[in-house]
């Protein structure tokens, strides 16, 4: 396993792992409350390793080894943390493979740098998602305790909550997809799970009936949930890469 590594500037503190093989890279952008060393990034650092592919992945702030309380960040925050990644890598012409929030960054990127990414792969990517998703599921009184400057606390499993702050929301709004004019032409491939609880397996259709991404392939794997760590699911992917 790579050393573990930190991006330094300001009061920003990221840690990531970056295997340098060749020209050709990956970058895999993980999501919501999750990190690095999950079973897709390790899966995809391995199929990397094999082909001679260069391997990057990280932690966002508020997530995994990186500074920060989650609760403090927002879209915006993530977006940049990618950003100055890259330019500090120097990271050329990357695959961008994105995870549910991951994959909202890594639209972003690849419509605000068109000409900086090779092809994008979304993984149940769920861009705009706390205005489509979450802020649509909340009750009155959550949004009204999010409008107050206060968390909203909801409980997934036995073992697992999400923390929905203010400055998720406030931070985010500036990034929506759906707003962005611009249009990324190389090759996009989203991958979605029909028993995907979290992100509808038809969320991303609307962009079949916009010039957002001009070359984009929609996949649905039957029975993969929204996690998409499943063997077919893996499998079916780095055909793509």
Same mark, same amino acid.
């Given at each position: ?10 009061? *920003? ?139 909203? *606390? ?88």
């Amino acid at each position: 396993m790579s050393k573990l590594n930190y991006f330094l500037k300001g009061n *920003t503190k990221i840690a990531y792992r970056y295997y340098k093989r060749s020209k050709k890279s990956l970058v895999f952008i993980h999501g919501l409350l999750s990190n690095m060393n999950g079973k897709k990034s390790t899966y995809f650092n391995n199929y990397c390793r094999r082909k001679k592919i260069s391997f990057l992945c990280f932690d966002f702030q508020g997530h995994g080894k990186s500074n920060g309380d989650f609760v403090n960040f927002g879209i915006g925050d993530w977006f940049k943390n990618l950003k100055d990644l890259l330019n500090y890598l120097k990271i050329e012409q990357p695959i961008l493979v994105g995870s549910s929030m991951g994959g909202w960054v890594a639209m972003l990127y690849a419509l605000n740098y068109p000409k900086k990414v090779s092809k994008l792969i979304g993984i149940a990517p769920a861009p705009d998602f706390t205005k489509e998703l979450i802020w649509k599921s909340l009750t009155s009184k959550e949004k009204q305790k999010i409008k107050s400057n206060k968390i909203v *606390t909801r409980k997934v499993s036995k073992d697992f909550s999400y923390s929905y702050s203010p400055k998720l929301f406030i931070n985010s709004k500036k990034f929506f997809v759906k707003d962005i004019k611009k249009k990324y032409d190389g090759q996009t491939i989203l991958f979605h799970g029909g028993q995907d609880q979290s992100v509808p397996y038809n969320y991303n259709d609307k962009f079949y009936k916009n010039s957002t991404f001009l070359n984009l392939t929609n996949i649905t794997i039957k029975n993969a949930d929204h996690s998409m760590s499943d063997e077919l699911s893996l499998k079916t992917i780095i055909k793509y890469i």
